[in-house]
């Protein structure tokens, strides 16, 4: 059983920086593309960067792609997300997840397990 937790989430004014960790269990994180999501309130849950197994492979939103960073550590079996220059939209619940299997996908149906998420709200 996979169990994940996110952590690092908070109020930040707009400009400002967060960092987000996702802490794994289990023995096959490192076989595994994992992803980060977030959903704002009244909307679905939407794509925000995803890693393939060695972290080699990224894939980022438009929405926040060159203000984002996703990386993970294997051998410590974590994922993070650096988020610069937040705005006030990227106000939401922001999700760990991983996919059994190395195909990254974007839609958030393909993943297999879910974090219950850390809030992180920018302030104007």
């Known amino acids: 059983q996979v169990q994940l937790v996110e952590s690092g989430g908070g109020l930040v004014q707009a400009g400002g920086s967060l960092r987000l960790s996702c802490a794994a269990s289990?023995?096959?994180?490192?076989?595994?593309?994992m992803g980060w999501f977030r959903q704002a309130p009244e909307k679905e849950r939407e794509f925000v960067a995803i890693?393939?197994?060695?972290?080699?492979?990224?894939t980022y939103a438009d929405s926040v792609k060159g203000r984002f960073t996703i990386s993970r550590d294997n051998a410590e079996n974590t994922m993070h997300l650096q988020m610069n220059s937040l705005k006030p939209e990227d106000t939401a619940v922001y999700y760990c997840?991983?996919?059994?299997?190395?195909?990254?996908?974007?839609?958030?149906?393909?993943?297999?397990?879910w974090g219950p998420g850390t809030q992180v709200t920018v302030s104007s």
């Open positions: 890693i393939g197994r060695s972290g080699s492979s990224t």
């Open positions: 289990g023995r096959t994180f490192s076989n595994n593309a």
């Open positions: 997840a991983q996919r059994v299997g190395t195909y990254l996908y974007t839609d958030s149906r393909k993943y297999d397990y």
